[in-house]
T-cell receptor, first 114, second 115 residues
Framework: AQSVAQPEDQVNVAEGNPLTVKCTYS??????LFWYVQYPNRGLQFLLK??????LVKGSYGFEAEFNKSQTSFHLKKPSALVSDSALYFC????????????FGTGTRLLVSP | DAGVIQSPRHEVTEMGQEVTLRCKPI?????LFWYRQTMMRGLELLIY????????DSGMPEDRFSAKMPNASFSTLKIQPSEPRDSAVYFC?????????????FGSGTQLSVL
């Protein structure tokens, strides 16, 4: 069965600094990997996904993620954080046969200070 | 498009009562998902439908939970009888397909409190 680990409950970063939110995964075969963001009292919003192709995936709001097969990681990054990026971030994975059946991580809270 | 619409936004009920949560997916989307979010267990997939047919309900916790999708524009999640441990935020999500277009669109959720 597939699984996702987000090792950090919270990440703190100052505005303007680069940010990284970590994610590692376990899946049989080729992974389908996703990042979603959740703002308070809202549903999750899609940020980006990796299915195949370039290991560096660009998404919404200036976020990007790097797929690393050897390290089974899919870390979310942004070169310069904004206070408005403060939210809860979820990594998710499924295998090739999962029919959109995603397994989500426990989430990482990102706090960007002014 | 108004996005995925869920109702009610908040539901407070007493243990033993029946609870019905409603969801209207985005028009044209053929897949619908019900998730539950709690602090302890995170985000769990309860059930999902494709073309109105339940595909996988292995995440439904007990027989007290049931879900229906009578047509492409409406789905319900029912809990009968409700228990305090059912308190959570329930999300509905829809999707137009897999592959390169694959992504879930989530509603704003129903905050359920069972007293």
């Amino acid at each position: 069965a597939q699984s996702v680990a987000q090792p950090e409950d919270q990440v703190n970063v100052a505005e303007g600094n680069p940010l990284t939110v970590k994610c590692t995964y376990s899946v049989s075969g080729n992974p389908y990997l996703f990042w979603y963001v959740q703002y308070p009292n809202r549903g999750l919003q899609f940020l980006l996904k990796y299915i195949t192709g370039d290991n560096l995936v660009k998404g919404s709001y200036g976020f990007e993620a790097e797929f690393n097969k050897s390290q089974t990681s899919f870390h979310l990054k942004k070169p310069s954080a904004l206070v408005s990026d403060s939210a809860l971030y979820f990594c998710a994975v499924r295998d090739e046969t999962g029919f959109q059946k995603l397994v989500f991580g426990t989430g990482t809270r990102l706090l960007v200070s002014p | 498009d108004a996005g995925v619409i869920q109702s009610p936004r908040h539901e407070v009920t007493e243990m033993g009562q029946e609870v019905t949560l409603r969801c209207k997916p985005i028009s044209g989307h053929n897949s619908l998902f019900w998730y539950r979010q709690t602090m302890m267990r995170g985000l769990e997939l309860l059930i999902y439908f494709n073309n109105n047919v339940p595909i996988d309900d292995s995440g439904m916790p007990e027989d007290r939970f049931s879900a229906k999708m009578p047509n492409a524009s409406f789905s319900t999640l029912k809990i009968q009888p409700s228990e305090p441990r059912d308190s959570a935020v329930y999300f509905c999500a829809s999707s137009s397909g897999g592959g390169r277009n694959e992504k879930l669109f989530f509603g704003s959720g129903t905050q359920l409190s069972v007293l």
